[in-house]
């Protein structure tokens, strides 16, 4: 469990005192974490990819999904707008006698 002392920086189970402030520490831990992949990359002879790069083709599969979708509900508006002005033109040019002819 991390420790913070009186000057704000924290101690972690290594014994590696870190800045409590996160915009600082920000940079730190992402250096930290790519040489840890490194290292694990180098030890376990495994690769690391970001999920971004393993999930390319989904994200791309949703994508268009997104895009086929708004085009649809698009097209449904574009109908349901012409039909709401379109049928009171019909309905007026119709001429209406009364109920006896």
Partial sequence: MDEEDEEGSVADRDGHEHSSNSNSNDDDANDDANEDANQMEEVLRHGVRSWQVR???????????????????????LIAGLAMTQGPVVLSGQKHHGPFG
């Fill in 55 to 77: 999930e390319k083709t989904w994200l791309e599969v949703f994508r268009a999904l997104r895009i086929s979708s708004a085009i649809t509900v698009s097209v449904f508006s």
